[in-house]
């Protein structure tokens, strides 16, 4: 089992930075590859980034390749987002997730545990 807290949230003008964090309970974590996903009001919730466990290899949506990292500190059980050069588009709730099994980094259906998620608000 694997309990997770988001945190980091917050509202930032276009152009700003945030940096999520979330923290994760549970021995297992260095075995799952976590993810970042977000949901704009009124749209289905979307995939943003994820960083697997044991190489760290690490994905991106294509709306925030290059603008967005992921990272993780396995001795400290935290996986991170930072956001660079926000956009209005950025607005979501966003959502950390565990994934056991890491068969799907992009696939939300194949995630098995989630955070409650923080508000992200891009002002333009």
């Known amino acids: 089992q694997v309990q997770l807290v988001e945190s980091g949230g917050g509202l930032v003008q276009a152009g700003g930075s945030l940096r999520l964090s979330c923290a994760a309970s549970?021995?297992?974590?260095?075995?799952?590859?976590m993810g970042w996903f977000r949901q704009p009001p009124g749209k289905e919730r979307e995939f943003v980034a994820a960083?697997?466990?044991?190489?760290?290899?690490?994905y991106y949506a294509d709306s925030v390749k290059g603008r967005f990292t992921i990272s993780r500190d396995n001795a400290k059980n935290t996986v991170s987002l930072q956001m660079n050069s926000l956009k209005s588009e950025d607005t979501a709730v966003y959502y950390c997730?565990?994934?056991?099994?890491?068969?799907?980094?992009?696939?939300?259906?194949?995630?098995?545990?989630w955070g409650q998620g923080t508000q992200v608000t891009v002002s333009s």
């Open positions: 549970g021995r297992t974590f260095s075995s799952y590859t």
């Open positions: 960083i697997t466990w044991g190489t760290s290899r690490t």
């Open positions: 997730a565990a994934d056991r099994y890491g068969t799907g980094p992009t696939a939300k259906t194949l995630y098995d545990y």
